[in-house]
């Protein structure tokens, strides 16, 4: 891969697949089995209207919703999760999560009222559907293109219309892959260039679409594999679920840039007689994102606000904080603005909720749960509680009404991890303890720690007597130090990793359980090749998207400082299709440029389209290739391309995560 194509690596997710590790999950253990039997009481009461809710105008299926992609490999399916089929939680699972996995299960066409209809389960995300006069609304196309035409294909097979009712417009509901990413599979960039189709976004979409996952993707694609459990194997002591539904689809990420963008706070639209308001909620789910009321059908789309979980105000993975009480406001919005005329709430997530009365008692408590967290997390930090320490208070404090919500229960999100967010969006990392201000680093403090406790067989022996009594909060962390202290210590390893394992097999949240077990088999793990899986977001899509400045940036991000050390390369980079000129300077070990101008005292100047830039990042040609072809034309002194670019760091989606990296080289001596 050439060195400017290195930038697509970091988009979102991790490439490849894993090899599973080879140390087989362990039993339960009895303080797992006993935390798990005093969560089965504390679950709220069993809701016979939410199984009706999910199988409510069931239409039809596919077998194990399974989708191949040209060459007969599978992208998605529920092949492996027939464990779940057993109504009793294992237990090797908390109870509610189990609950919440099996209700993911459902997958297929449902019709929500007459002309709209969702598809479900096929994928990450939902597809929904209005029939319009003369054609089809879609919201969310979601994340693969071959699912997202396996969607369209089942409706088109259970609504026979004739002649087929075309796609007239899709609206993504945000900014997030999931949500767009299958577009190609149901429209064509020819009939949206030739305005056949629209395609509706928010304020702020190709912006957020792209730069979102860019300068740190790199870290949020390794992390995206603990967040998912995409390493993992199928079973109850395995990847079961990610919080509202089962898994990633593994097809191909396209992306159509929007010919139309909402830009005031609501706004309505008229599509082939079908009225649609939308009302943009900037800042809480993603940077870019809306929910959309349809007068006609009496259905509010709440997007990603609303979904049958709490949510995260941050993700494993990485992003910017989310802001709980902006969250809470939208929702208190809606409410006020479309509560009256709706009798159905849909989710581009998980299932809908029917009826007038449940509809505005689901958006009321999804609303006061984000305000609680925010507002009571806000009210201990004002009296001096630091993160932990408001975590373990808030969700031991969770108000009797909420608890008995099935809706906010923290099978995605968790109260303890999103208090500890509304705690970072205010106050940042410094918990105000002068101690952690300029704290060792994991591998210098496991070394203290070790050597304090009397070596590593010392610590190891006292942490087995913990782990005897369930105290695996403090084993986990405990064997993490003495692994940062000692790497190849096998027995803290293994010790951590059970730990690991049993905070995996209680926690209620999918992606907190799957990040639990991800790092338990990486502990046990002996190569790095366990480590992986995911999915693949390079795509020539994805390359186009990226704006010239993107491209700039990223490299400023990848340029090794220290290598770079008494180097100056100016570089002029003219655009002949677009007329864009910038320059490019190296200079005090970093990277910068200026738009507009070319410099005088360049070392070369690079005359090209921006096609023959796409064709590089999407590896078509190598950079090499282009230079020779005449694709690039370069005037001045090439070797100076080649000597900013063999600056340039290439990161690599298998760094370590629970166990040290190798230890940054200290600069040269000057």
Not at 197 to 224: C, D, K, W, Y
Not at 309 to 332: F, K, P
Request: include cysteine; charge should be negative.
């Amino acid at each position: 891969m050439n060195h400017i194509a290195k930038l697509l690596v970091c988009l979102l997710a991790a490439c490849g697949a894993a090899a599973q590790a080879q140390t087989t999950p362990k039993d339960a253990t009895p303080a797992t089995i006993a935390a798990n039997a005093a969560a089965a009481q504390r679950m709220p009461a069993y809701d016979a209207r939410i199984e009706e809710d999910i199988q409510h105008g069931f239409v039809g299926s596919i077998p194990d919703a399974e989708t191949l992609n040209a060459e007969g490999k599978t992208v998605y399916t529920l092949k492996g999760y027939e464990f779940l089929q057993k109504e009793a939680a294992p237990q090797t699972v908390n109870p509610s999560l189990w609950l919440q996995a099996r209700r993911s299960m459902a997958a297929g066409l449902y019709k929500v009222a007459d002309g709209f209809y969702q598809v479900r389960g096929i994928d990450l995300t939902n597809m929904t559907i209005v029939e319009g006069q003369h054609g089809l609304i879609v919201v969310d196309a979601m994340l693969s293109a071959e699912t997202a035409r396996t969607a369209l294909d089942l409706y088109y097979r259970y609504r026979p219309h004739q002649p087929r009712l075309p796609v007239l417009a899709v609206i993504y509901n945000h900014s997030h892959v999931d949500h767009f990413g299958g577009i190609k599979g149901i429209v064509s960039e020819a009939d949206v260039a030739a305005s056949k189709v629209q395609i509706i976004a928010p304020a702020g979409f190709m912006e957020h679409a792209i730069s979102e996952n860019v300068l740190a993707g790199n870290a949020m694609s390794r992390r995206t594999v603990y967040q998912f459990g995409t390493s993992l194997p199928r079973s109850d002591r395995g990847q079961l679920d990610i919080g509202g539904a089962k898994a990633l689809s593994k097809g191909s990420i396209t992306l159509v840039a929007p010919t139309r963008t909402i830009s005031r706070p609501i706004e309505k639209l008229n599509i082939d007689g079908i009225e649609i308001v939308n009302m943009l909620t900037p800042g809480t789910e993603a940077p870019a994102e809306m929910i959309h009321f349809f007068p006609q059908f009496k259905v509010l789309d709440t997007g990603e606000l609303a979904v049958q979980t709490q949510h995260q105000l941050l993700t494993l993975r990485g992003a910017e904080v989310r802001d709980g009480q902006a969250w809470a406001n939208y929702l208190n919005a809606a409410l006020v603005q479309f509560g009256d005329g709706t009798d159905v709430l849909v989710g581009q997530h998980t299932w809908p909720v029917f009826g007038h009365e449940r509809v505005v008692s689901y958006l009321s408590k999804q609303r006061d749960m984000y305000k609680w967290l925010h507002d009571q997390t806000l009210r201990l930090v004002n009296h001096g509680y630091k993160p932990v320490e408001i975590a373990d208070y808030l969700r031991k404090t969770v108000p009797a009404s909420l608890a008995a919500e099935w809706s906010v229960q923290g099978h995605y999100g968790s109260v303890q991890r999103n208090a500890k967010s509304v705690y970072q969006e205010y106050i940042g990392w410094y918990d105000g303890n002068p101690a952690n201000l300029d704290a060792l680093s994991d591998t210098d403090y496991g070394r203290k720690f070790v050597a304090y406790g009397g070596g590593a067989n010392a610590v190891i022996e006292h942490a087995r007597a913990d782990y005897a009594k369930g105290d695996y909060r403090w084993v986990a962390q405990a064997m993490s130090h003495v692994v940062f202290a000692e790497p190849d210590n096998r027995e803290a390893r293994e010790l951590g990793a059970d730990a690991l394992e049993q905070l995996g097999y209680q926690a209620e949240s999918a992606v907190e359980r799957n990040a639990y077990l991800t790092g338990a088999m990486e502990l046990r793990a002996d190569h790095a090749n366990q480590k992986g899986g995911g999915i693949n977001t390079v795509s020539a899509d994805m390359a186009k998207a990226l704006t010239i400045e993107d491209i700039f940036d990223y490299l400023g991000v990848r340029l090794n400082a220290p290598k770079a050390e008494g180097k100056h390369i100016v570089l002029n980079w003219n655009f002949s299709d677009s007329g864009k000129r910038y320059t490019l300077n190296l200079e005090n070990s970093a990277l910068t440029y200026l738009e507009g101008r070319n410099a005088a005292n360049a070392d070369a100047t690079l005359t090209l389209t921006r096609a023959a830039l796409n064709a590089v990042l999407a590896q078509k040609v190598s950079l090499k290739q282009a230079l020779e072809s005449g694709q690039i034309q370069c005037q001045g002194d090439s070797r100076a391309v080649g000597a900013l670019l063999g600056l340039m760091d290439n990161f690599t989606l298998d760094f370590e995560v629970i166990a040290p990296n190798p230890e940054l080289a200290p600069p040269q001596s000057r």
